[in-house]
């Protein structure tokens, strides 16, 4: 089996764009669809045709290029089931628990629902690789617009059973940001202050800040932290539940300037 080529880049003003090519098929993967003609350029750079479209979510600006990509190369979208009718596209539909092969690859599919109900993640283990959309970001994790508190927090604690050396890629390029806030939250984390130096500098240099990996956002990510008996001091929640911090860091997270 030959390995993958990666090709990532910034779409729209912070969504990641993320193309996976199979050189000995020819196959080439999206994950989601922020933007079609941004797509497009960076297949015909690549000289690669766009076969499969892997949905995380039904938000436009992860599905808003999902026809105009169907339309030009006639490509194949798979997305969550539980929000089927909100996929423009949709071949094909999977739920959690759910594995498919793509190019002799397994594809397990992870529920995620909080930031949408039907929010899905696509993990490749053969890749070392987990796709998440818009649950778990490098530093942070989404905002809770549909589900509960407590489904967000089981979405995001599912990502820590992978294995450390997963590479996390994610919806938007939100490190800084949340970095400022983890900082926050555990100005204590030698991890996290170094981390928090890197992701300026990558920044900077005008570099991307993903992929993460599982075990560094194990290691500085609060709402994966959410046992730190420093952030539990700072939030003044040392007695609650880890479901209860992660909902307060979210809370907080939201109102975060």
């Known amino acids: 089996m030959t390995s993958l080529v990666f090709r990532q880049f910034i779409c729209r ?29 960076q297949l015909d750079a690549a000289g690669w045709k766009l076969t499969h479209i892997f949905t995380t979510h039904h938000h436009g600006d992860h ?5 105009a990509l169907q339309k030009r190369y006639g490509c194949n979208i798979i997305g969550p089931r539980a929000e089927a009718k909100k996929i423009p596209g949709l071949d094909r539909d999977v739920a959690g628990g759910d594995r498919f092969t793509w190019q002799q690859r397994e594809v397990q599919v992870l529920d995620c629902p909080g930031h949408t109900l039907g929010h899905i993640a696509f993990y490749m283990p053969s890749e070392d690789a987990v796709f998440a959309g818009d ?26 059973a992978l294995p450390p050396s997963t590479r996390v890629f994610c919806g ?46 194990l290691a500085t990510n609060p709402f994966l932290r959410t046992g730190s008996s420093e952030i539990r001091r700072n939030l003044g929640m040392e007695r609650a539940t880890d479901a209860e911090v992660f909902a ?10």
Do not use: W
């Not at 912070?14 to 497009?40: M, R, W």
């Not at 649950?135 to 820590?160: I, K």
């Not at 307060?248 to 300037?257: D, G, Q, T, V, Y």
């Open 135 to 160: 649950t778990l970001f490098s530093l942070g994790c989404g905002r809770v617009f549909e589900g509960t508190m407590e489904q967000m927090h089981h979405s995001v604690n599912q990502f820590a």
């Open 13 to 41: 003003s912070d969504n990641y764009g993320l193309l996976l090519h199979d050189d000995k098929s020819g196959e080439t993967v999206a994950i989601d669809a922020p933007d079609a003609d941004k797509i497009a350029r």
């Open 172 to 217: 938007h390029e939100y490190t800084q940001s949340n970095a400022r806030f983890a900082l926050a939250m555990e100005p204590g984390n030698a991890t996290l202050t170094q981390r928090a130096t890197e992701v300026d500098r990558l920044l900077a240099e005008g570099r991307m800040t993903c992929p993460s990996t599982i075990g560094a956002e």
């Open 248 to 257: 307060e860091l979210r809370e907080r997270k939201n109102a975060f300037r």
């Open 63 to 67: 599905v808003e290029g999902n026809l």
